[in-house]
């Protein structure tokens, strides 16, 4: 089982940026997901253990990034020009099945941290 931890939500106006983080306590395949009120969780984001793959959803290409720090056993993702409608949970997660198409999570969650967007 690996543990993650997420920090880095808040509140921004539209347009403005944020940079999520998850420390995670092994080395895996990492996802962002997010929750929005009354709708169904969201594969976000994804990338792969030495970052070969990358993934992300049609609705975030140009506007996120994700990275990460493997001597921290850290993935970020960089949200740039937010949107009202990013407004969610986003929770990192172990994933699987990583490519430029799609990814799944593994089964192990973060506690979620809100983003909200909203002047």
Same mark, same amino acid.
């Given at each position: 089982?690996?543990?993650?931890?997420?920090?880095?939500?808040?509140?921004?106006?539209?347009?403005? /940026?944020? $940079?999520?983080?998850? @420390?995670?306590?092994?080395?895996?395949?990492?996802?962002?997901? $997010?929750? @929005?009120?009354?709708?169904?969780?969201?594969?976000? /984001?994804?990338?792969?253990?030495?970052?070969?793959?990358?993934?992300?959803?049609?609705?975030?290409?140009?506007?996120?990034?994700?990275? $990460?720090?493997? @001597?921290?056993?850290?993935?970020?993702?960089?949200?740039?020009?937010?949107?009202?409608?990013?407004?969610?949970?986003?929770?990192?997660?172990? @994933?699987?099945?990583?490519?430029?198409?799609?990814?799944?999570?593994?089964?192990?969650?973060?506690?979620?941290?809100?983003?909200?967007?909203?002047?």
């Amino acid at each position: 089982q690996v543990q993650l931890v997420e920090s880095g939500g808040g509140l921004v106006q539209p347009g403005g /940026s944020l $940079r999520l983080s998850c @420390a995670a306590s092994g080395f895996t395949g990492i996802g962002w997901f $997010r929750q @929005a009120p009354g709708k169904e969780r969201e594969a976000v /984001s994804c990338i792969s253990t030495r970052g070969v793959y990358i993934y992300h959803t049609v609705s975030v290409q140009g506007r996120f990034s994700i990275s $990460r720090d493997n @001597a921290k056993n850290t993935v970020y993702l960089q949200m740039n020009s937010l949107k009202p409608e990013d407004t969610a949970v986003y929770y990192c997660a172990t @994933a699987g099945s990583i490519s430029a198409y799609g990814c799944y999570p593994l089964g192990d969650w973060g506690q979620g941290t809100q983003v909200t967007v909203s002047s």
